[in-house]
T-cell receptor, first 112, second 109 residues
Framework: NAGVTQTPKFQVLKTGQSMTLQCAQDMNHEYMSWYRQDPGMGLRLIHYSVGAGITDQGEVPNGYNVSRSTTEDFPLRLLSAAPSQTSVYFC???????????FGDGTRLSIL | GNSVTQMEGPVTLSEEAFLTINCTYTATGYPSLFWYVQYPGEGLQLLLKATKADDKGSNKGFEATYRKETTSFHLEKGSVQVSDSAVYFCSFGNEKLTFGTGTRLTIIP
């Protein structure tokens, strides 16, 4: 059971570089989302998608882009990395309504 | 706005002690409530959930009751084990989740 797969697990970038964090799910979930986890702040929603071709902003969307061309994949793009984007990023997927979300193992990203 | 206030940690207990982690929320309507657990180096896993007032979620000896009157969802376990050491997150929402800051729990033998 793959569930939600995130790659890479670790990445170090320099300020101004671009990068795409990959997320794939094999559970045919409509809903997918990206969170960032920072010390003392819990998880905060960056972007989410309710289905292929549909995305929307969460609580902290600035500096990030997403797209949803297929049900399975939901990549997160950093166009010009900044030190403030140093964080652990989690992708999640789930059914609609009150269904629990399934999380990937995270990507630890450091921006120098 | 929406928010979750969660008991700050870290919390350190001896094995077989009673555990309570407090959680209160501010939300419009009556969202589903969740406790997620994060073991070292891993993502979040659903521990338990409750979808309406007075529902009790339970799993692995943990329990939490959806209290609409006090907007609370406190996590309890009668006898903790070393394997329960993890970070616990209270959250609510339908699809889009609002999280508390997490409580790091360490159980010592």
């Amino acid at each position: 059971n793959a569930g939600v797969t995130q790659t890479p697990k670790f990445q170090v970038l320099k300020t101004g570089q671009s990068m795409t964090l990959q997320c794939a799910q094999d559970m045919n979930h409509e809903y997918m989302s990206w969170y960032r986890q920072d010390p003392g702040m819990g998880l905060r929603l960056i972007h989410y998608s309710v289905g292929a071709g549909i995305t929307d902003q969460g609580e902290v969307p600035n500096g990030y882009n997403v797209s949803r061309s297929t049900t399975e994949d939901f990549p997160l793009r950093l166009l010009s990395a900044a030190p403030s984007q140093t964080s652990v990023y989690f992708c999640a997927s789930g059914g609609r309504g009150n269904q629990p979300q399934h999380f990937g193992d995270g990507t630890r990203l450091s921006i120098l | 706005g929406n928010s979750v206030t969660q008991m700050e940690g870290p919390v350190t207990l001896s094995e077989e002690a009673f555990l309570t982690i407090n959680c209160t929320y501010t939300a419009t309507g009556y969202p589903s409530l969740f406790w997620y657990v994060q073991y070292p180096g891993e993502g979040l896993q659903l521990l338990l959930k409750a979808t309406k007032a007075d529902d009790k979620g339970s799993n692995k000896g943990f329990e939490a009751t959806y209290r609409k009157e006090t907007t609370s969802f406190h996590l309890e376990k009668g006898s903790v084990q070393v394997s329960d050491s993890a970070v616990y997150f209270c959250s609510f929402g339908n699809e889009k989740l609002t999280f508390g800051t997490g409580t790091r729990l360490t159980i010592i033998p």
